[in-house]
T-cell receptor, first 113, second 111 residues
């Protein structure tokens, strides 16, 4: 692994189903983030974690949950997917304090029907 | 809510020309960052400029920051077809407010 990996690359999901997007980084960054990118709206922060064991809500947290059991992994769960959650999801990380640049994963394209 | 707003939304230039993109923001910041996103890919961090800096260079990139006008510009000199991408500014404000991205400028460099 080099940098950040996300899985799956893309997924089509029926509304009401549960889905977990996976994110793993090998840079030992303390801070990790989940964004969604929608046409015309840019990137919006869903949830973040400044360090393992802590999480926080971003701009659009409703319908999503995260956990940070260790430094490397930061999964994003949709408990009951809805069509408005159709988007491209990006995981990112940054060094301690989150004041520096973000390193982004390749993204997961999710379609909820 | 968007903090940074890029201008123009789209820009098309010939290879070899310079490309200038602007970003305006509303509240005080610790730093401002520029990112590039190629189609279908994740964002790549280009450059970070702190609130006490006025200009920064990285290769063919030149970033300026005017905190009195709450604006920044990204200049790409001698553009190449490979510079075709969307460019985003992101502002890191005071306190615990997370990094906020603008909607981006789509740059097309025509060979």
């Amino acid at each position: 692994i080099a940098g950040i990996t996300q899985a799956p690359t893309s997924q089509i999901l029926a509304a009401g189903r549960r889905m977990t997007l996976r994110c793993t980084q090998d840079m030992r960054h303390n801070a990790m983030y989940w964004y969604r990118q929608d046409l015309g709206l840019g990137l919006r922060l869903i949830h973040y974690s400044n360090t393992a064991g802590t999480t926080g809500k971003g701009e659009v947290p409703d319908g999503y949950s995260v956990s940070r059991a260790n430094t490397d992994d930061f999964p994003l769960t949709l408990a009951s997917a809805v069509p408005s959650q159709t988007s491209v999801y990006f995981c990112a990380s940054s060094e301690t304090g989150g004041r520096g640049g973000r390193f982004f994963g390749p993204g997961t394209r999710l379609t909820v029907l | 809510s968007q903090q940074g707003e890029e201008d123009p939304q789209a820009l098309s230039i010939q290879e070899g020309e310079n490309a200038t993109m602007n970003c305006s923001y509303k509240t005080s910041i610790n730093n401002l960052q520029w990112y590039r996103q190629n189609s279908g890919r994740g964002l790549v961090h280009l450059i970070l400029i702190r609130s006490n800096e006025r200009e920064k260079h990285s290769g063919r990139l030149r970033v300026t920051l005017d905190t009195s006008k709450k604006s920044s510009s990204l200049l790409i000199t001698a553009s190449r077809a490979a510079d075709t991408a969307s460019y985003f500014c992101a502002t890191d404000s005071s306190g615990n407010t997370p990094l906020v991205f603008g909607k981006g400028t789509r740059l097309s460099v025509i060979a």
